[in-house]
Structure formats: structure tokens, C-alpha cells
Nanobody
């Protein structure tokens, strides 16, 4: 079994900052990538940022320059530092873990943490 424990969400004013963390534990073999998705009410889930085990990062255009993803391989943990938050960043943020079995990739999801940007 694989567990993903997220933390760091909350209520913040526009222009503020938050840092999300996601720690993976359990039967973790080979991590291919970790990342963050978000889903706002009535909208589809979208990729926010991801980082591969080799350190390659990918960002949604809407967060480039404001969000930074980083990882700690020793702790199987991924972080999302969010600055200059906007109301449109309000969503449930879900941690994603991609494991490689050598044959296929398996996706795991956290339960999500709410980020609300409001004055």
C-alpha cells in the first residue's frame, strides 16, 4: 500500500503565500514523478506542477513564475511553494505520485488539501 499525506493548505489573502507538502510512504519502489494537481468546483482537474525523479520540472502556464515545485528524494516528499496567490488559485490541491514498475506506471493520489484565496 502507498500513502500520501498532504499538508499546508488553508485560507490566504490575495498576494499571499502558502507551502504545500506531500509525503509518500508505504510500498514505494521506483518513483517516476511526483506532482500537484488542483480541482476547483465545476472544473476539471488540472496539472499545477510536477517533478521527475531526475529533477525535471513542469508547470502549468497559469502558475509559472509564482509557484515552485521541489522534491526531497530521501524523504519521498514533494513541496509546492506558492507566491502571489490569486482568487483563481482557489481549489483542492491533490498530490500525485507516479511509480514505475519497469513495465507500467501506477498513479496514486492524496486526499487533497483545500487552498482558498480570498480577502
Amino acid at each position: 500500500q502507498v500513502q500520501l499525506v498532504e499538508s499546508g493548505g488553508g485560507l490566504v489573502q490575495p498576494g499571499g503565500s502558502l507551502r504545500l507538502s506531500c509525503a509518500a510512504s508505504g510500498s514505494i519502489s521506483s518513483i517516476s514523478a511526483m506532482g500537484w494537481y488542483r480541482q476547483a468546483p465545476g472544473k476539471q482537474r488540472e496539472l499545477v506542477a510536477s517533478i521527475t525523479s531526475g529533477g525535471r520540472m513542469n508547470y502549468a502556464d497559469s502558475v509559472k513564475g509564482r509557484f515552485t515545485i521541489s522534491g526531497d528524494n530521501a524523504k519521498n516528499t514533494v513541496y509546492l511553494q506558492m507566491h502571489s496567490l490569486k482568487a483563481e488559485d482557489t481549489a483542492v490541491y491533490l498530490c500525485n505520485l507516479v511509480l514505475s514498475t519497469g513495465i507500467r506506471y501506477i498513479n496514486y493520489w492524496g486526499q487533497g488539501t483545500q487552498v482558498t484565496v480570498s480577502s
